[in-house]
């Protein structure tokens, strides 16, 4: 019998509205008027800043939530009338999935086979192709707790494929993942959509990926922006697009910060050296003597065009760019501020840092790059004297950490993947705490939670729970409270990751600001481009340093004959793949 919908819609959705209660009795429209289609057999994409309401689109479509109005159906199904026939035919993956970390690949596998009442059958005929997709057959045994963050990403997409979908719905299935385990799920979705004829409906705070997509739908505030294909939003950012080149003593960075300023600029970001700047309609200004040269645009581009108009820029108000700190690190600019030498921590059999040695001078920002599982986290926590070091020499601000932990903390500030904030406590009984953590009292204390609630524009939110804010909220939050304290050094830890441009282009003036006035950065983040704003790089694998230097310096090992201007993701690959070819053993052991 032929399917009347084969040719249709795989989702209509019709001015749908979604009101969530806020604290204080306020009324948050999640979803606000939204209308849109995805196509079968089609790449569908919701891209947005934080809170524009991805998820919550995404979780109507599940049939975990009904709309407060308008009408919606997928696959052909009224999803408020009947959502487990919704359920009972797609693939859903969240944001964080249930994985089971005592359960071992296998195991987790069979779970969601008996959850899903998969036959013993469709399991023999199913589980090869799962393994073969996702390459998690040599890892059957390994429990999902210590897989790498890509490798559980991918068992969680294999959990959610043990039966066959007429519809994959996947909220920021890369998120937190490196540069390889993104390229392998992105073949794995590709090959979903383009040989088995999955239509596949994903949110993604990658704007790369977006341009890959068939159809994008742009949401802002619970609106529709742009519904339409990729080329839609490219077009809004054509002629408008250029890269400007900063003077021989000039850090990328900060010329970035400069011509944000400027009038007429919508956006620009560090790129190969160069800072790539986007004009508003009409801002055909000379950006301040620079010799701007016109470059293809992209949907980056588009998308920042898109939302200029609405959102609210975080540093509209110069506070990003202008960022004062009380008392500023003393010292000299050549001073070396962080030295590990021959670092090396062990778990039981198993080495997670390999005999790692780098320095770092004062006011530098440097990056520490790598694949999920490559010992960054475990570095940063040495760094930090969360974790003792199994051997090697750690010194922070010319003390040993090992001999004077105490004195050295004070001295540093941490942001962690998780952000670390007390999800049941407001933004100030947060800031509170911290303050009250690093030794703040009385007038002090008061000054620097003002100082932080000022400099980071948190009074909108300032009673809103830590648990409940939007994420470039928590990760704005948690800058602050790292930073109460005024510490000499600043560790990062994946700080941006899930977060939107706008968001990351907020941190990242910040960031600069901070190093402006001394603040030494250690940062290790996923956004490849993020890189960029490093004065100096090291490539981590297997708990090992691959490669160090500078950005150019790290670009220039990307460079092939079939690539003679690589980008900083196209160099972290062909340093990690050629590092991996010539030690295969090694690694598998």
């Known amino acids: 019998m032929t399917d009347p919908l084969a040719n249709g819609p795989v989702i209509i959705g019709r001015g749908l509205r979604k009101f969530f209660r806020g604290q204080a009795k306020t009324i948050i429209r999640a979803l606000d008027d939204v209308s849109f289609e995805a196509a079968r057999g089609t790449l569908t994409a919701l891209v947005g800043p934080d809170g524009a309401g991805k998820t919550t689109l995404i979780r ?52 969601y086979a008996d959850l899903h009442g998969v036959s013993a059958a469709d399991r023999r005929g199913r589980y090869p192709k799962l393994m073969e997709m996702t390459a ?14 890509g490798m559980k990403q991918k068992l969680g997409l294999a959990c959610t494929l043990v039966r066959s979908p007429d519809l994959l719905l996947l909220d920021e299935p890369t998120v937190g993942v490196d540069p390889l385990s993104r390229r392998e799920l992105w073949g794995i979705i590709n090959g979903l959509v383009r040989d088995e004829g999955v239509p596949v409906l994903l949110s993604t705070s990658y704007l790369d990926e977006a341009a890959r997509c068939d159809h994008v739908v742009v949401l802002h505030r619970g609106k ?60 055909s200004g000379a950006l301040a003597g620079l010799r701007p040269l016109p470059t293809p645009a992209r949907f980056e581009d588009g998308f920042m065009m898109l939302l200029q108009p609405t959102a609210d820029r975080a540093g509209s108000g110069n506070l990003a760019t202008d960022m004062k ?14 030295q590990v ?37 475990t570095t940063f926590r040495m760094l930090c004297g969360l974790l003792n070091a199994t051997s090697g020499d750690l010194k922070i601000g010319g003390a040993d950490l090992r001999r004077s932990p105490v004195s050295v903390r004070q001295k540093i500030g941490y942001v962690a993947q998780k952000f670390s904030l007390y999800a049941q406590l407001s933004v100030t009984e ?41 994420g470039g909220y928590k990760q704005r939050l948690a800058t602050a409270a790292a930073l109460l304290h005024e510490p000499d050094i600043l560790f990062l830890d994946e700080a941006t990751s899930g977060a939107d441009p706008l968001a990351r282009r907020e941190f990242w003036q910040r960031i600069t600001a901070l190093a402006q006035q001394g603040v030494t950065v250690i940062v290790t983040t996923h ?40 980008t900083m993701e196209d160099a972290f690959i062909t340093v990690i793949e050629a590092a991996r070819a010539n030690a295969p ?5």
Not at 136 to 149: C, I, Y
């Open 60 to 111: 109507l479509m599940a049939g975990l939530m009904s709309a407060d109005e308008g009408e919606l159906t997928v696959l052909g199904v009224d999803v408020k009338a009947n959502p487990q026939a919704i359920q009972d035919r797609i693939g859903y993956m969240p944001q964080r999935f249930g994985l089971y970390d005592d359960l071992s690949v296998q195991e987790n596998l069979d779970l």
């Open 136 to 149: 998690l057959g040599p890892f059957t045994r390994r429990l999902a707790g210590k897989l790498s963050g």
């Open 224 to 283: 529709v922006l742009s519904d339409g294909p990729p080329s839609n939003v490219i077009e809004l950012a054509e002629g408008r697009a250029f890269t400007v080149k900063p003077t021989e003593d000039q850090a990328p960075r900060e010329l970035q910060a400069r011509v944000l300023g400027e009038p007429g600029v919508v956006d620009a970001s560090p790129e190969a050296g160069l800072v790539r700047v986007v004009r508003r309609k009409g801002g």
């Open 325 to 338: 700190l009380d008392h500023p690190p003393a010292g000299d600019r050549n001073d070396t501020v962080v």
């Open 341 to 377: 030498n021959d670092l090396l921590k062990r778990f039981g059999d198993f080495v997670a840092v390999d005999h790692v040695s780098f320095e770092v001078r004062r006011g530098e920002i440097f990056g520490l790059l790598g694949p999920n599982g490559a010992g960054k986290t």
């Open 430 to 470: 947060n800031l509170d705490f911290f303050a009250s953590a690093y030794g703040l009292h009385g007038l002090r204390r008061r000054q620097r939670i003002d100082w932080a609630m000022a400099q980071f524009e948190l009074g909108p939110v300032a009673g809103q729970l830590s648990g409940l804010l939007p």
């Open 527 to 566: 956004f490849m481009v993020e890189a960029e704003y490093c004065d100096r790089i090291a490539i981590l694998d297997s708990g090992r340093i691959l490669a160090q230097g500078s950005p150019s310096e790290i670009r220039a090992r990307g460079v092939t004959a079939a690539n003679a201007q690589p």
């Open 585 to 589: 053993q090694e690694r598998a052991a």
